[in-house]
């Protein structure tokens, strides 16, 4: 592990050399999303009307969750007809760009541990080991549901532990009412999990980095709990391409967490 100091120096090296690296995507318009959806569905006065009204409702004065519930209402029609889209091989760039940042600022800790005279005083107490090149490191995502961003090749071959949600035996019971939870292969389920990356999933995410999720607030609660533990990890909402929006489409609330970068089937980038 890293120093506190070292830390928050690093999250601002890192973020500035990945914005750096990252592709530059280009944001969907939300009419053009609608229009697009119509147009791959058979003709239908009745969703028409639908997505015409949710489309208003997003620009009008309504309040923010009512005009999310709108937005919903797009995002999920675009899911049912788009088909699926794999995000593996820009999971894979962005993990490697990531890992070689991590891998610098360790070694400038060590240089900087040594010239104290405390290398050995703090190989003890983390246990004596360098996190770097993929080894000892770990990452919390998600496996894809249908019309989500497809990232498992990329989960099967990464050299590192992968926490996943708890959230598929739900049965039924209300993500605003699910304990939040991962797990890991041969790990106890657990809260305080710690990663040097966190992708979530998503409905849809806007140049501001504002994140539209299923409505039930586990991710953001979830993304709280473990921004305390890891707090220089950067969040990544892995999505299609057509559900990356302009910057001020999806409204806020406070308890939203902010997403810090997007990775889609044609790149990644840092908001």
């Known amino acids: 592990m890293v120093s506190d100091e070292t830390t928050t120096r690093g999250r601002a090296r890192i973020s500035s050399n990945l914005q750096e690296l990252g592709g530059r995507l280009t944001a969907h318009d939300l009419e053009a999303t609608t229009a697009a959806i119509l147009k791959g569905q058979p003709e239908s006065s009745d969703l028409e009307d639908s997505l015409r009204a ?21 995002m999920r029609a675009a899911r049912k ?3 699926t889209f794999d995000g593996s091989d820009t999971a894979s760039n962005l993990w490697a760009s990531l890992q070689r940042e991590l891998a ?19 190989a003890k107490s983390s246990g004596g080991t360098t996190r770097a090149g993929g080894q000892g490191t770990s990452l919390i995502a998600f496996e ?13 071959e990464v050299q590192a532990k992968v926490w996943l949600p708890v959230i598929s035996a739900a049965g039924g019971t209300p993500l605003s009412e699910l304990p939040i939870g991962f797990t890991s292969e041969g790990e106890p389920q ?7 990356l966190i992708i979530v999933p998503a409905l ?4 501001a980095g504002a994140r539209l999720g299923q409505g039930g607030g586990w991710y953001d609660r979830a993304l ?17 391409s057509y559900a990356f929006l302009a910057a001020g489409t999806i409204p806020t609330e406070p308890h939203d967490m902010r997403i810090d970068g997007v990775i889609t089937e044609r790149g990644w980038v840092l908001l």
């Open 81 to 83: 007809s788009a088909g």
């Open 224 to 240: 709280e709990t473990v921004k305390r533990k890891s707090p220089s990890a950067p969040v990544f909402a892995a999505i299609p």
């Open 190 to 196: 657990r809260v305080d999990v710690s990663a040097d």
């Open 144 to 156: 894809a549901l249908p019309g989500e961003l497809d990232l498992s090749h990329f989960l099967a």
């Open 54 to 74: 949710s489309l208003e409702r997003t620009r009008s004065g309504e309040t923010a969750g009512e005009r999310k519930r709108a937005l919903r209402k797009i």
């Open 204 to 207: 849809a995410i806007d140049e």
């Open 104 to 122: 610098a600022l360790r070694t400038e800790e060590s240089s900087r541990l040594h010239s104290q005279s405390n290398l050995d005083r703090s």
